[in-house]
């Protein structure tokens, strides 16, 4: 059973930082490419940033380029984003998701909930 | 990039059909066949119910159909059930560095 599970979502202060995981398992991560998406509260999904299957490739959201970095460990199944400079917009659930064919997602965690506030 | 536009509701009653529609532009839906729906009940991940405008994902019920038309896409859901009630995505390709767009989204309930 294919399984997302992310962790470390938490309150974080305006200009602060964090580091998302997502842990993986039942299947073979190393084959896919992999996505962050957020839900801000009571809005709709935003795809965030998506990584290649070995790292080499990487493509961003504009509004997070350059604040947010995706990255991924094959060898721990895991997948990370580090977001900086984060603003009360960033506030949301993120997730993380499988890519799928037809740039689809067709498994995705559970979510953890990031709160910018001061 | 904006956000697909979707009908805030949509209803049924048990048994009935549901439409829901997606309007995008030609830089997405009308220039990709790269449409995807998403359910979500409250709480929970979201679920891919049909990518690729038209194709279901290994089980998710025939009940749930996709068409797209120019820069239209829908989703169906026929036979209402219970647990149909839910908010409902819409996604697509956006082109260059793989971009991806949702839609706005609807609450579809079951009368």
């Known amino acids: 059973e294919v399984q997302l599970v992310e962790s470390g979502g938490g309150l974080v202060q305006p200009g602060g930082s964090l580091r998302l995981s997502c842990a993986a398992s039942?299947?073979?991560?190393?084959?896919?490419?992999m996505s962050w998406a957020r839900q801000a509260p009571g809005k709709g999904l935003e795809w965030l940033a998506n990584?290649?299957?070995?790292?080499?490739?990487?493509d961003y959201l504009g509004s997070v380029k350059g604040r947010f970095t995706i990255s991924r460990d094959n060898a721990k199944n895991s997948l990370y984003v580090q977001m900086n400079s984060l603003g009360v917009e960033d506030t949301a659930v993120y997730y993380c998701?499988?890519?799928?064919?037809?740039?689809?997602?067709?498994?995705w965690g559970r979510g953890t909930l990031v709160t910018v506030s001061s | 990039q904006s956000a697909l536009t979707q009908s805030p509701s949509a209803s049924g009653s048990p048994g009935q059909s549901v439409t829901i529609s997606c309007t995008g532009t030609?830089?997405?839906?009308?220039?990709?066949?790269?449409v995807s729906w998403y359910q979500q009940h409250p709480g929970k991940a979201p679920k891919l119910m049909i990518y690729?405008?038209?194709k279901r994902p290994s089980g998710v019920p025939d009940r749930f159909s996709g068409s797209k038309s120019g820069n239209t896409a829908s989703l169906t859901v026929s036979g209402l059930q219970a647990e149909d009630e839910a908010d409902y995505y819409c996604?697509?390709?956006?082109?260059?560095?793989?971009?991806?767009?949702f839609g706005t989204g609807t609450k579809v309930t079951v009368l």
């Open positions: 990584i290649n299957q070995d790292g080499s490739e990487k």
């Open positions: 998701a499988r890519d799928f064919v037809g740039a689809s997602l067709d498994y």
């Open positions: 690729e405008v038209s």
């Open positions: 030609s830089s997405d839906v009308g220039g990709y066949n790269y």
């Open positions: 039942g299947f073979t991560f190393s084959h896919y490419w």
């Open positions: 996604s697509s390709y956006a082109g260059s560095n793989n971009f991806r767009v």
